[in-house]
């Protein structure tokens, strides 16, 4: 397929946030054109009546998944919950290149995925030739593959600012402190989500328990040759809507830590580490963009490191990098479709 | 003085918000009336023109401290800045009990005074006879103190969270995550205070840096008999108004820790430690109350727990707990003119 | 029943923001005890379970209605939606009063419920003798009622701010814009009540169509002996909690509107009217408190007058109110039990 | 000048909330580079420094405007307060075209700017030339203008409501009831911008007597051939950074009215009429765009109808219109540089 073609993509699971910034984001893609998006429940809807917003950018129907001509797809961006998502995914056409936004397809064994999603995985076997596209370190890999499993949020932040690390940190004193806006959450109906019971106040949740550990612990251990690697990990949920930021409290040298991040990420588009000494990164200075900004300080106890990174948990932390993944799949330039976003602010 | 003689009181620097909130709060204490209230560069006004909710509860004018008749005045709490708060404190004549809210008095030692405030302490000795007071902790050194130093916001949940714990927990792995509500910040006019640029995100602030450490610092080696505990700690601003959040990392056992809370704290009217497994605490069930809730989680990874304290920072971390104070320091029961607070939630 | 004595209340539908609100109201007032809490979906839990920050007010458990002991309630407070709640009252013994926050026995004519509610009433005949339980207006109706129906939150800070115009305003002008809390919306679930769809934005709802404007004309075209006033009533959603504040746009002379203001609220407790001039009144002024405030201004164009009236709608849109209703009812002092209510700020 | 060239900007006042976003939108024309911004108060800082967010789109500095080398710039756009802008942009050679964002050159009258602004205007000769900058009602009169006075926020939603409607509503019966949220008021130190006191509560200001009246005033009054027209006009803070709404109540026929709209913008780019019977519009879903979206609905009351119209204040109400009138100015397609601007949401 040539750049000039346009690959024609599938949104499946639209009615949710990520499944609607990924209708938003792939209007301003040249090479990509969003002709299908699913959504069970609410299919017969234009796309538009469940997100006015979208009433620019799309005018897509939603429809039931059973009744898209997949022969016509190129590209599918899944938005689906986890297992939903396998369940549709491992019925599409082989032709299908698939983005998988859940939890689907990122662990690299079955058994992690059974013990932490309480589910067994439809194929097993595809998770060892599964791409966990975090797009700074998987590079090559994903170039050409088949399906790429999007990291979550939480592990987006978390690793693009701990992976370059591991020869420069204490492994075994890692604490992550996480804040999350409410957009996290997605768009299921829980009083926890309800705006009276989320703004003007801040509670941890999932503490010592949430989902995404396992993942941050099972790329860490890759990138260290260990298997034995583990991160206390504390998520916040904040009442603001878009935005994560991770807090990182780690050992070792402030100036080193510094220099591998720098050196890591010279290159890279989306990730902008702060000079040393810099304010500390703010969710707002990201807001609707697909950039992580990660900063480095130093604690009044020597040795002890805080390193801090900020996303918009929509976009870098999920759609905005479903689409650099395709991206890097297709061989396109990593910006494309993604360079004109800017942060909202104030 | 008996229970049933009305005490005079003077609220110093009445047009910040623990000012107002101090006045607020007395106005339902039944052993004190608030006589007076100073603010320099707002004298000649009324409070209710400064804080038109405090019409109902007080109809004070706000006077410049020189024109304030001492002789008629009881008690003092001083919600001024640090540094003026000592200048006005040190002019009063000796008959008058003072409530210190701000960082003054608090260090036990004026290098430290000086390092933390950049100031050196107008009376170095009187630090040595001051009464830190945390209440649950300085009990009977309250009982007839001529000045009680009021901890910061951050100390006051920290504290409250970890002081049980000293021979419970490894001193040297102490990591507090912690995030604050704007008012925590109090009524100055800077550009980070402002809606605009403090909603819908989050950022880390003072990282390594912040003023509260050493406070916090200070206690636990004296509760330790160390002198070298050191604490990470990282605050956060929460878009929300009120409510204080620290997330504790320690090293130890779940049962133990959580056995010593709630043996240490079983009788504390102010103080509820959570049953284990009990959903995390939120600001905003202690919101509009001078109570503290706690509670303990184990981690993923074996040994290590998480420890959860929240409070209203204007309560609890500030006015409220002065009031509480006061009522240690004349015998009275602890929760006189504080148990009618309830939570507002929504 | 001799002021000493204390009744034993049953809350109906606790399980809401009203039910709840309503426990916690009802800890602090001397007369009454909450003995009973109902909620069918949620029976079994404790309702420091659904809501901890009652944990401290109340220990009640939620009970079927089926369940509770009839024999021992006084008056059950009604929180219930509209239809269920006259399903369950027409239930209840005799010798119970009732103080209905629904919307079932607000009309005096069931002709208006039908239309408004799209329901039949079971008892039409008792409307007519039902008391519409605006405090400041119902007066000495209200006393030995059996059953008091509390106004709707945007009527109840309607009316005060219009009733006492009715002879001073031109009654074929009147618009009246409102804003609201999230809060008002209840705690049922649906996207428009999620965070991320109701902060950062302000939308207009129920736009010429909402069900409290009936309720409102009503009791306007009662004061002025008419029955062809109508209103324009516009709500919008405000990213907040509590709180609600109405502008209304009318005609007639400023100064005659403040005077027939003041007369008519000069010895109400909860009712304040502000001098004119001052500043324009605000929702968290009344946070936390039973409180209306109300205000007059001139406006540009001659002969038209804009006056603001803000509660909280939770406390004197709701719950408060109606604990309010029943010291009338009982000939109570009109304040028991929410004289200690201040307004939380900021 | 032909397309293909560049224009160089300079931005006057570029370190508050509208500068920056001009610097920011800017960044993503194809015709216009932002070669200069002036803050005399932060000058020498880079502007990334005071807004973080802008260091990807701008690297530069803030210098005073007395060290601008306005011989290099073509284009200005005045983003200072009223009075500072006629000053500076007096001293401007020739050569420069100037868009400016204040309130100096809006009124056709100096007698009204004086009333209003309390100020002798410096040029009042100019005031009858200048171009009153509603792009999609100043049409040709903008093409080659020198100087384009952008309208107020509120003006820019309530005139492109009314302004169709002169011929279809009583005009002497004109109430617009508007909120806005905070970051309208700019980046000034004041109290009422604070978090803590704009959060979590709503109020009305500048009652009967806002600024921005008499340019709505001066606008339909000139659509309609009249003098006499007043409008009722109340504004609200809402806790919220971006967006407004204005809810205009008119008298008139809902369907004539509605044909008007859609007549008048069918081809308008940034004005989007809802069909009748469309829920109402939202700030939410014009968040971050150049767009007005306007919904009309009937009232209960018969012949009154309710018109809404939401933008973004920073955009469309600002930054984004002022670039919306240079594209205008010289003759560029309407679109340029703007069209790529989607609605952030949630």
């Not at 989902?211 to 603001?240: K, W, Y």
């Amino acid at each position: 397929m040539s750049v000039e073609t346009v690959m024609k993509a599938a949104i499946l699971g639209a009615s949710g946030y990520t499944g609607a910034e990924t209708v938003r984001l792939l209007a301003a893609h040249p090479h990509v054109e969003a002709v299908a998006a699913t959504g069970n429940a609410l299919s017969g809807k234009a796309l538009s009546e469940i997100f006015p917003h979208l009433a620019g950018p799309s005018d897509l129907p939603v429809v039931k998944s059973d009744d898209v001509d997949w022969s016509g797809i190129d590209v599918a961006f899944s938005c689906l919950p986890h297992g939903t998502s396998q369940d549709l995914i491992e019925t599409l056409p082989e032709h299908i290149r698939v983005i998988d936004l859940s939890a689907d397809y990122r662990f690299r064994d079955a058994k992690t995925y059974f013990s932490t999603y309480g589910r067994h995985h439809l194929t097993p076997d595809k998770l060892r030739k599964s791409v966990y596209g975090l797009p700074e370190w998987c590079g090559k890999a994903a170039r050409n593959a088949r399906l790429i499993a999007c990291p979550g949020c939480y592990p987006t932040a978390t690793l693009l600012a701990l992976l370059p690390l591991v020869e420069k940190i204490e492994l075994d004193h890692l604490i992550v402190d996480a804040k999350s806006g409410v957009s996290g959450a997605g768009r299921g109906l829980k009083e926890g989500n309800l705006f009276s019971e989320t703004a003007e106040g801040v509670h941890a949740y999932a503490v010592g328990t949430h989902r995404h550990v396992p993942e941050i612990e099972q790329e860490l251990n890759l990138a260290a040759g260990r298997d034995d690697i583990g991160v206390t990990f504390t998520p916040h949920l904040i009442p603001m809507t878009r935005g994560e930021l991770v807090t990182c409290h780690v050992r070792g040298d402030v100036d080193q830590i510094h220099a591998a991040l720098t050196t890591r990420y010279g290159d890279a588009p989306f990730v902008h580490v702060l000079p040393l000494g810099a304010p500390p990164p703010d969710t707002r200075h990201v807001r609707g963009t697909n950039t992580c900004r990660i900063a480095v300080y130093p604690d009044r106890v020597k040795g002890r490191v805080v390193v801090i990174a900020v996303i918009d948990n929509l976009i870098k932390g999920s759609s905005g990098q479903a689409i650099q993944n395709l991206n890097l799949m297709m061989g396109w330039e990593e910006t494309t479709g993604l360079s004109g976003l800017q942060a909202l602010f104030p």
